[in-house]
């Protein structure tokens, strides 16, 4: 059997090099990421173009590709910030965010990849001190979380407007007080609420006492015309009907008409 002809090395590496050409050419964007293309000899970033999109691609060897992530992400922040008396306090928020799609070239050309630290979280952090300051430390412990939280986002993204970045929220998770001004609030709160509760039960105490006297009132009224209503020929006439039904009854008794008070009958029983 004939030998098989052997493979020349120059064969070998032509192999070779299209097999790194491939590899070197070629790229997969995964799913939620998409890649800025940089070209080496065609004017650097591409920024007039789409970026490359989720999937495979080829690509020149000598080019290059970013690859960015470009669903919602987040960063955490902690923070101590000032309030409006000068007090420190301890914030901790997170943003959520995501880079511009259609911008991403711009974003990598003027940011780079490390653009949350260059510039969002920069960004949080100045509108936060803004925004705390302007609140006093009851304030920030009561009823003003969501006015803050609301506050520190409107702040960031106005700083971030032409920065190529969507903000999507901003959520303050956490405001920390120092200890001794935390326990002098709760305290005053507590004596508030206390106060609350003794003008309630004096208010109620008020309207029960004033409820009663109103009706007092209307019983004396009441009796006062009925007293006003009631003559003696009225009240001989009342007697004289009681008396008439007593006389029907089957126990014994000696009825004296006009023999009483105001000319009304006696009656004189078995006693």
Do not use: C
């Amino acid at each position: 059997m004939d030998k098989l002809p052997k493979i020349g090395i120059p064969v070998i590496i032509i192999i070779i090099s299209l097999i790194i050409f491939v590899s070197k050419s070629t790229i997969t964007i995964d799913s939620g990421e998409a890649g800025v293309l940089y070209k080496r000899f065609g004017g650097g970033v591409v920024t007039e173009e789409p970026p490359l999109s989720e999937g495979f691609h080829l690509v020149a060897p000598w080019n290059k590709v970013f690859v960015y992530e470009v669903r919602q992400q987040e960063v955490f922040e902690k923070m101590q910030v000032l309030s409006s008396n000068g007090l420190e306090i301890k914030l901790d928020a997170s943003a959520w965010y995501q880079p511009e799609y259609e911008n991403l070239g711009k974003l990598h050309r003027e940011k780079g990849e490390s653009y949350v630290s260059r510039v969002l979280q920069p960004a949080i952090r100045s509108a936060a001190r803004s925004v705390v300051g302007r609140y006093t430390p009851e304030q920030l412990y009561s009823s003003k979380r969501d006015a803050i939280q609301s506050e520190i986002y409107t702040e960031t993204r106005n700083i971030i407007d032409d920065q190529y970045i969507q903000l999507n929220e901003i959520l303050v998770r956490d405001i920390t007080l120092p200890p001794t001004i935390k326990e002098a609030i709760e305290r005053k709160l507590r004596q508030e609420q206390e106060s609350l509760e003794y003008e309630f039960r004096l208010e109620k105490a008020e309207k029960e006492a004033e409820k009663q006297r109103i009706e007092a009132q209307g019983k004396a009224d009441a009796n006062k015309i009925l007293s006003a209503s009631l003559t003696d020929k009225i009240l001989q006439e009342k007697g004289i009907e009681a008396t008439l039904k007593l006389s029907q009854s089957s126990n014994t008794k000696i009825i004296v008409v006009g023999g009483g008070e105001s000319g009304l009958p006696i009656i004189l029983g078995n006693q």
